[in-house]
């Protein structure tokens, strides 16, 4: 599904992500774990196409994703395969549930109306908020948030999700009812790539963890192998202070 190919991204002389090479299957559920600053941001915006790296190569289901394509079309199509939800949750404000939900259906995939609200609401209800349809964004709780901004990348219908830090700017009463639909999204064989502070998630969902420090990724295992057997001193002394 996603093929990384000796990817590096610099910001001026800083290399915020350095020669990173990946293959994620499909169903396969990645977590990036590593310091603050380690380049795991840049590495899953390198992913969705929001960054451009200036070596290497992403691959997406079998295609290149190019920035600079000639063919913007296909590099949409591209795009929208991956649904993006970030630590703040970006819903819009002035917009209802609903209408958050259906805006980029109707506009992007030119559904009509009814059927976005259709199923809009059908993903509403799988992430329990069925009954908060017409409520405004600031009526609802940071965990609600981030279920109706989840829902609403779902209504894409992509292919792989991406998670930056989708708990970390929760209340922590409210992280596990957001855990929880990421947990359902990873039983139904999504595909996931997330960064993430929670290492009992990780060690619970992960197919896999990588250990990013300085833009490397310097170590990669099962969760259960990573978290038992550290081998880089650097993933020993982080999780020293994280575990
Ligand atoms: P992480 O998500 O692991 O905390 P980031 O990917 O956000 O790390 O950042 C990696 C490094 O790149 C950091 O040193 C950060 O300051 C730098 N960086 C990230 N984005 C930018 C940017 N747009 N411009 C300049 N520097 C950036
Ligand atoms: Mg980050």
């Known amino acids: 599904m996603i093929s990384l190919k000796h990817v590096s991204k610099s910001f001026g002389p800083l290399k915020a992500v350095d020669d990173a ?74 917009m209802t549930v609903l209408e ?40 609802l709780s940071g965990g609600q948030k981030q279920r109706v901004a989840i829902a609403r990348s779902l209504c894409m219908d992509p292919e792989i999700m991406l998670f930056d830090e989708p708990t970390s700017a929760l209340d922590p009463e409210m992280v596990g009812e957001v855990l929880d639909v990421m947990k359902e999204l990873a039983k139904a064989g999504m595909t996931m790539v997330l960064v993430t502070h929670e290492m009992g998630f990780a060690r619970e969902v992960a197919t896999r963890v990588i250990f990013l420090a300085d833009g490397k990724m310097l170590e990669e295992n099962t969760p259960a192998e990573l978290f038992a057997n550290p081998q880089n001193p650097r993933l020993k002394d982080f999780l020293s202070k994280v575990l």
């Not at 609401?121 to 329990?128: K, S, T």
């Open 21 to 94: 090479s990946l293959e994620v299957k499909k169903g396969e559920i990645i977590c990036l774990i590593g310091p603050s600053g380690s380049g795991k941001s840049t590495l899953l915006r390198c992913i969705a196409g929001l960054e451009d790296p200036e070596e290497g190569e992403v691959w997406i289901d079998g295609e290149r994703l190019d920035l600079h394509s000639k063919d913007q079309k296909k590099l949409e199509k591209l795009r929208i395969k991956m649904g993006f939800v970030f630590q703040h949750f970006n819903l819009f404000p002035h």
């Open 100 to 139: 958050n939900l259906t805006l980029a259906p109707i506009q992007v995939l030119g559904m009509d109306k009814a059927a976005a609200e259709q199923r809009a609401m059908e993903l509403l209800a799988r992430v329990g908020l069925a009954d908060k349809r017409d409520a405004y964004p600031s009526k």
